[in-house]
């Protein structure tokens, strides 16, 4: 590993992330539109379409981290690519809700798998002084694909209809595999695995799920509830607040406040520590819904867009970054996929309690509440982590010495 964070490889997984993520928001949009327009569909169905989605994907992470220890990063990477660049290729062909259904699941295993190696990759691709700078700017990734994904996929489908769609989220992936397969990924030695040892062994809950990484990952499964409520039902709180028009910048917004603050976050990360980021964002992320949940008109909904930007987008890759750092460098893969299949339970639970709240107690209730949920999470983070947080930094950097 060099000590120069901005190498060929480290923009490569960037890109590759990107893209990938582009897609996965792209159709997160688009999929229930062509189920109701196209294949006349209902809203139920196409619910159960993000379920099977999510549900595949997590269900994948894990046994996907045991595959990298077992097989070799480079192997379940490229199998990965493989998988995905194969579901994106067969929505020309979906007639019928079983077959998108069946497909949703297959491009499921393909999104599981690809985050958990591109995030196995970006790991050990950053040098330990700049963790916290390197998955920052990972991260930033993911959030910019978050704001641009939805803009393009409505786009396309109103305007062009579902082949184009289809045609212009194939095109995206190529582009995402072709930066993957420039990457440079170090062999690595790996368990020697047999045929008689793999049904020996099966699949143990301890290869499964990296302990090491799941305390902490569970940071994030509780502040992923409270973002639930934004990825799923800030558009239609916009439409009450009859601020439709403006509900397409929310995000956007969002990206900018990330985008201005990633330098600066990232680097005081490595420089002070995470409680020293991560208090301030959890305060930030509590201001923003509170924000949102006062909003009447289109200044202050847009302001709380930026707290919550600044908050949750910094509290993300803050906690992955500890949840890949905490872990032995061999077990990367499965804390990698840990963490995220811990953050998905969390936006995938939380999506349903908030929308059972959101019909009984209106939007902007179920905003107001979010925002002391959220606030309480300081007290979450300093048991789970903060209150160990020096202690745990001295021990990650004398590994990483020896």
Known sequence: MVNRLWTKDYILVCLTTFFMFLNYYYLLVTIPIYLIQDLQGNTAQAGLLVLVFYVAAIVIRPIAGQWIGSFGLKKVFLASLIIYIGAAFMY???????????????????????????????????????????????????????????????????????????????????????????????????????????????????????????????????FAIVYSSIVSFVSVYAEELQLTEVASYFFIVYVVALIISRPFTGRWFDQYGANVIIIPSIISFAIGMFLLSQANGALIFLLSAAFIGLGW??????????????????????????????????????????????????????????????LAGIIVYHYLHGKDSRSLRESVKERELA
């Open 92 to 222: 020309f062909f979906t007639a019928s809700l079983m077959s998108l259904m069946i497909l949703r699941v297959i491009h499921g295993i393909g999104f599981g798998m690809v985050t958990t190696t591109t995030g196995t990759i970006v790991a050990n691709l950053i040098p330990q002084h700049r963790k916290g700078e390197g998955m920052g700017y990972y991260g930033l990734m993911m959030n910019i694909s978050m704001a641009l994904g939805p803009f393009f996929g409505l786009l396309a489908i109103n305007q062009w209809g579902s082949s184009m769609m289809f045609a212009i989220s194939f095109v995206s992936v190529i582009i995402g595999v072709l930066t993957g397969l420039f990457i440079s990924i170090p062999k690595e030695e790996k368990k020697a695995v047999t045929e008689k040892g793999l049904k020996k062994k099966g699949l143990n809950i301890n290869d499964l799920i990296e302990l090491s990484a799941f305390r902490v990952s569970l940071i994030c499964f509780f």
């Open 313 to 374: 987008g910094t509290i993300f890759p803050s906690v992955q970054t500890i949840a890949i750092s905490v872990a032995a460098p061999e077990k990367r893969g499965a804390a990698t996929a840990t963490f995220y299949s811990t953050m998905d339970a969390g936006i995938g639970i939380g999506s349903v309690i908030v929308g059972i709240l959101g019909a009984k107690i209106g939007y902007s209730s179920l905003y107001f509440y979010s925002s002391i949920f959220a």
